[in-house]
T-cell receptor
Framework: EPEVTQTPSHQVTQMGQEVILRCVPI?????FYWYRQILGQKVEFLVS????????KSEIFDDQFSVERPDGSNFTLKIRSTKLEDSAMYFC??????????????FGPGTRLTVL | TQLLEQSPQFLSIQEGENLTVYCNSS?????LQWYRQEPGEGPVLLVT?????EVKKLKRLTFQFGDARKDSSLHITAAQPGDTGLYLC??????????????FGTGTRLKVLA
C-alpha cells in the first residue's frame, strides 16, 4: 500500500541552525501539506502546496519557513534559523485533491525536531 | 478563528466499558473527520461525516455528526486495549472564504486497561 515517508525520523539541531525536513508524498497525489505538533498539544496546520506553489499558510508559517518540491518526488520544509519553540513533531501529508469530504489526506510518520 | 474543542482531554477505562468522546465548535463545517494517532505515528483517518445528523459505524465505533454540523461524537462499545490512542477530530475551515486550512481538535487521549 502506498504511504507517505519522511526523513529523518529524528533531527537534533542547535538554535539558529537551518534544518530541512524531507517528505516523499504518495506518487499520484497533487496536494501536499505540512503540520506540526508540539509535545502534548494539538496538530497545527502550517502550509498547503499545490501546482508548485503555496496554496495556504497559517500564521505560524512565517519568513523562517519555506517549502519546496525540488524534484518529482520530494517535498521539503526548511526552517532557516531554528528557535527553541520550533521543537515539535512535523508531519507531512498528501492527498489526491484538496483534503476534505472527498479526498483523504494521508500522513507520514513524522520527524521529531529537537532544537537545543 | 474556527476552533474544535474535544472532551474529555484524557480518559482511562477498563476493557469492556463503553465511552463517548466529543468534538464541539461554534462554527458550522461542511464535513468533519475523525482520526486516531498512535505514539510516534501520524494521524490515520477513521471516518468522514458530511450530513447533519449522520451516523456512521466502523465495527465497535459509532460516529455522529450533529444536526447543525457544529459538533460530533465518537462512541466506542466494549473498548479493547487496542483502542488506546489519541483521537482527533478535524475539519476544513475557511471554505466559504476560499482560504482552505485544515484544523484539528485538541484531542482525547484514551487508555484502555486490560
Amino acid at each position: 500500500e502506498p504511504e507517505v515517508t519522511q526523513t529523518p525520523s529524528h533531527q537534533v539541531t542547535q538554535m539558529g541552525q537551518e534544518v530541512i525536513l524531507r517528505c516523499v508524498p504518495i506518487s499520484n497525489h497533487l496536494y501536499f501539506y505540512w503540520y506540526r505538533q508540539i509535545l502534548g498539544q494539538k496538530v497545527e496546520f502550517l502550509v498547503s502546496f499545490y501546482n508548485n506553489e503555496i496554496s495556504e499558510k497559517s500564521e505560524i508559517f512565517d519568513d523562517q519557513f519555506s517549502v519546496e518540491r525540488p524534484d518529482g518526488s520530494n517535498f521539503t520544509l526548511k526552517i532557516r534559523s531554528t528557535k527553541l519553540e520550533d521543537s515539535a513533531m512535523y508531519f507531512c501529508a498528501s492527498s489526491v485533491g484538496l483534503a476534505g469530504v472527498y479526498n483523504e489526506q494521508f500522513f507520514g510518520p513524522g520527524t521529531r525536531l529537537t532544537v537545543l | 478563528t474556527q476552533l474544535l474543542e474535544q472532551s474529555p482531554q484524557f480518559l482511562s477505562i477498563q476493557e469492556g466499558e463503553n465511552l463517548t468522546v466529543y468534538c464541539n465548535s461554534s462554527s458550522v463545517f461542511s464535513s468533519l473527520q475523525w482520526y486516531r494517532q498512535e505514539p510516534g505515528e501520524g494521524p490515520v483517518l477513521l471516518v468522514t461525516v458530511v450530513t447533519g445528523g449522520e451516523v456512521k459505524k466502523l465495527k465497535r465505533l459509532t460516529f455522529q455528526f450533529g444536526d447543525a454540523r457544529k459538533d460530533s461524537s465518537l462512541h466506542i462499545t466494549a473498548a479493547q486495549p487496542g483502542d488506546t490512542g489519541l483521537y482527533l477530530c478535524a475539519a476544513l475551515s475557511g471554505v466559504t472564504s476560499g482560504t482552505y486550512k485544515y484544523i484539528f481538535g485538541t484531542g482525547t487521549r484514551l487508555k484502555v486497561l486490560a
